[in-house]
């Protein structure tokens, strides 16, 4: 039911029934090299793809239901914890944005005529180099209900992946006064 489309003028005019994204920045293409030796770490690339309401350490793959037993991650040490793991902190608010918590996540959600404007700040905190996927959904009554999903291939040790988009309902249903934001999946790669 959701259609996503990236809007390329800074315009986004009340037809428009998709996710307008306007990419803020993405942290991690600057080109550095990493150093080569980092005290014995495995150069094979760990992945977890994990659910907001899961608990932490445990992990799924993207296309799993929520029916079918979720696997234990062999996470690596050179990887931090499945940040989307930890429970989402009670929202709180700022000026008109409503702000969620995701361990190290953080969503940001702000209302207004159009559709929710979401905001999503994801840390590296890692000594290599990260691929980051996260699928967000953004839910209110009457039926509102949008995803975003997006991808970052390369963030650098102590960068950050960001991005954000005004999220438009298609069925056009009102836009929530007061949106929930939660983690669908959550997917971290060693690309070092």
Not at 49 to 72: C, F, H
Not at 77 to 91: E, G
């Amino acid at each position: 039911m959701l259609s996503v489309a990236l809007a390329r003028t800074g315009r986004v005019s009340a037809a428009v029934t998709a996710l307008a994204v306007t990419v803020l920045t993405v942290s991690g293409c600057s080109g550095q090299q990493e150093d080569a030796d980092l005290s014995g770490t495995s150069a094979t690339p760990t992945h977890t793809t994990t659910s907001a309401s899961r608990p932490e350490g445990v992990s799924t793959t993207e296309d799993a239901s929520p029916e079918q037993t979720p696997a234990v991650s062999s996470m690596s040490p050179d990887l931090p914890p499945a940040v989307a793991t930890a429970p989402a902190a009670a929202p709180t608010r700022d000026g008109d944005t409503k702000v969620y918590t995701f361990g190290d996540i953080e969503i940001r959600l702000t209302p207004n005529e159009l559709g929710v404007y979401t905001a999503i700040h994801i840390p590296n905190l890692s000594r290599r180099a990260m691929y980051f996927s996260v699928t967000v959904r953004v839910t209110g009554p009457h039926g509102y209900e949008v995803t975003m999903k997006r991808s970052f291939p390369s963030v650098l040790p102590g960068d950050s992946a960001r991005e954000a988009g005004l999220l438009i309902d298609k069925d056009e249903a009102p836009v929530p006064a007061d949106p929930v934001a939660e983690i669908v999946t959550f997917e971290q790669t060693n690309n070092g």
